[in-house]
């Protein structure tokens, strides 16, 4: 469906389309009532004189009525007309020759100067009106005015705009049907005049909505009556899209599967997914962004739509819900933004009847999606919340940023609404960092911020999968610093090329220092102690070929104990590990994740790893020369492999996971 609008006004028309209405829009209500005299007022009695008063006489009799009835006089709209004819809409109607329209999949757009037809805002700079059309069984009382009413009801116009007149019912081009008349103000602090008019056809509905400044009711206001009563429904002709030259993919996704990505401007993003015939699933979008507006499209091998044509319902969440698959084979969920509109995006995939609905959010609540950033405001003694949808299997990084230093405190519930950090965390008098969270279960989780004592105070929450949820790994490893070891610290050694970011946290129970370096020539790049706790650092490598580096974990001023060292980086990055480290890994496109370690001859490295996913997974053990010198493949999908490998001689050997068939999934990695 096509929009031309993002006032709230127009906003209420497209929403309409998420009954499976294909109703909205803007229109118009029959000519004005003519005002009632006013009362009549106490007129004085002249006192009485001697001068007679002449008795009363008949009123002449008014003049018989003629065939021809006279309309009061108003302001006649243009004579002018054009007709828009939606063949698939099955509607019709007229506005004047001078206004501009277009109309997609049953959608119609009509403004008074061309120029509105692309703007952001046309309804604040002229005239401007669309249609849709759908049936009439959606609404629970096909009564015109009742109709009417339900739509301002169901979809809360009251909330930001009062209707001022109507809903009254009336003829329209020989149908029933009703108008209202809508006031209020948008986004952007103009005043709105509206005038919203349904016609009913039997089984076939339409609405028309127009909208203009308040500054031009008189002139906009007559032709919006007039196109009313020319709109007329029909029954509509189905019309089958075309083939489309679909982009290429950019991944295979699985039902279950939460992607995060990006639309560029003008740009398309194209997923696809393997389905059986009869399988029924849920695709769900939602822009993660205002400035993205997404159109969402399902197409088979030939690029032929499986969903009669680009969905376009709403101006924020997108759903394909119970889609039953034709045909077995590879599909393509193709996303793009409306007009050309860019911006990120989530999106969902699952058999139908398992996304859920985000739990009613306390006072103050929102919705928030990964990848975003979004500004938050404490004034008074209740906290503000966001909530965003999570999968089993997703680590996850939450920050709340205050400004001007408030002390501010940050807690994450689970589906079932009780905390899965622990929480409230209140580690320092600045930022709350929780840091790669793994998430246990699908659901929606609530991030909750609140003022320390009662403080008040702006601040910014950002959500995030650890790695942008794309192929890498997650290293976990406890570590202990002793007063010999405090100065020099203990080094966790990675190589990358130029351009990779490589993010490291900190968490001791002493006052720690992070640093990165250069190991091949000793050079200190970055050093970060923002606290007496917490600390971290997102480091991007400089441009340059593949280099070694490491952090660093110190003591301030020779202090030392224990801490949890976490470092997070693309499957680009080759980690160095030690015994004792734990990796949360995600295979990348090849099937295959690569390893550092330093082995000592004659000590023993024992090597597990373990999936939840259907993976067949493999070890190898090599040498620097690409020498495999031990295997383990016994288990089948979904079963854990262990392989124990004595060293033999001193040096550096490499640990190979791989997905035997490709498949793509998550495993757990552990040394011992």
């Not at 099955?90 to 692309?118: K, R, V």
């Not at 480290?581 to 295959?592: K, L, P, Q, R, S």
């Amino acid at each position: 469906m096509k929009k031309q609008n993002r006032s709230p006004l127009l906003l209420l028309t497209v929403a309409l389309l998420t009954l499976g209405l294909l109703l909205a829009a803007c229109g118009g209500a029959e000519p004005t009532p003519t005002p009632e005299p006013p009362p009549p007022t106490d007129t004085p009695v002249p006192p009485p004189t001697d001068t007679p008063v002449p008795p009363p006489t008949d009123t002449p009799p008014p003049p018989p009525p003629t065939d021809t009835p006279v309309p009061p006089p108003t302001d006649t709209p243009p004579v002018n007309l054009e007709t828009l004819d939606s063949a698939e809409g099955g509607y019709t109607i007229q506005f004047p020759g001078n206004w501009f329209s277009s109309e997609t999949f049953g959608f119609a757009t009509i403004a008074s100067a061309e120029e509105l037809m692309d703007s952001p805002d046309p309804g604040e700079e002229g005239g401007v009106v669309v249609v849709v059309s759908g049936d009439t069984a959606d609404f629970s009382d096909a009564s015109p005015a009742a109709a009417l009413q339900e739509v301002i009801d169901d979809f809360g116009i009251t909330d930001d705009m009062e209707v001022v007149e109507g809903p009254t019912e009336m003829m329209m081009n020989g149908q029933p049907g009703a108008w209202a008349i809508i006031k209020g103000t948008s986004d952007n602090g103009t005043p709105l005049f509206s005038y919203a008019a349904i016609a009913i056809n039997g089984e076939r509905t339409a609405i028309m909505f127009g909208v203009t400044p308040a500054d031009t009711e008189k002139e906009f206001r007559p032709i919006f009556e007039m196109m009313a009563q020319t709109l007329t429904v029909t029954e509509p002709i189905e019309v089958t899209a075309p083939p489309v030259d679909v982009p290429d993919s950019l991944g295979l996704l699985l039902y279950g599967d939460v992607i995060n990505g990006e639309i560029a401007a003008d740009g398309a993003a194209v997923w696809t997914f393997l389905g059986v015939a009869g399988e029924t699933i849920d695709i769900i979008v939602e822009p993660t962004d205002d400035q993205l507006d997404v159109v969402v499209d399902v197409v088979d091998a030939d690029g032929n739509s499986i969903i009669g044509g680009e969905l376009d319902d709403a101006f924020d969440l997108e759903e394909v819900r119970g889609l039953s698959l034709p045909s077995s084979g590879e599909f393509s969920i193709v996303l793009r933004g409306f007009a050309g509109s860019g911006g990120p995006y989530q999106l969902t995939i699952m058999e139908a009847g398992t996304a859920v609905a985000p739990p009613p959010l306390p006072p103050g609540g929102s919705t928030i999606a990964y990848g975003n950033t979004v500004p938050g405001s404490i004034t008074g003694d209740a906290g503000v919340s966001w909530s965003f949808a999570g999968s089993a299997g997703d680590f996850v990084n939450v920050t709340a940023a205050p400004f001007d230093g408030f002390d501010l405190t940050l807690d994450i519930l689970g589906p079932n609404g009780l905390s899965v950090v622990e929480g409230p965390i209140d580690g320092s008098f600045d930022t709350e960092h929780i840091r790669t969270l793994e998430l246990l279960e699908d659901g929606f989780y609530t991030i909750v911020v609140e003022g320390f004592d009662g403080q008040i105070g702006d601040f910014e929450v950002t959500v995030d999968l650890v790695n942008g949820g794309l192929p890498g790994n997650i290293l976990f490893a406890f570590g202990a610093l002793d007063e010999a070891d405090s100065a020099s610290g203990q080094p966790f050694p990675f190589t990358a090329s130029g351009g990779e970011m490589v993010a490291a946290y900190l968490d001791p129970d002493f006052d720690a220092v992070l640093q990165v370096y250069n190991d091949d020539t000793d050079e200190l790049l970055l050093e970060v102690d923002d606290s007496t706790g917490f600390e971290e650092i997102i480091f991007i490598t400089p441009e340059s070929d593949a280099t070694n580096y490491y952090f660093n974990v110190v003591g301030f001023e020779g202090d030392f104990g224990e801490y949890n060292f976490t470092m997070a980086a693309s499957d680009l990055v080759l980690l160095e590990l030690a015994y004792g480290d734990e990796i949360v890994g995600t295979f990348n496109t090849d099937g295959v994740m690569t390893y550092a370690f330093n082995g000592t001859a004659g000590n023993t490295l024992e090597i597990t790893v373990a999936t939840n996913d259907e993976v067949d997974l493999v070890i190898d053990i090599l040498d620097v020369d690409d020498n495999i010198l031990d295997s383990a493949d016994v288990e089948l999908s979904g079963g854990a492999e262990t392989l124990t490998f004595t060293f033999e001689t001193d040096g550096l050997y490499f640990i190979n996971i791989g997905d035997f068939f490709q498949t793509g999934g998550a495993f757990s990695l552990f040394l011992n």
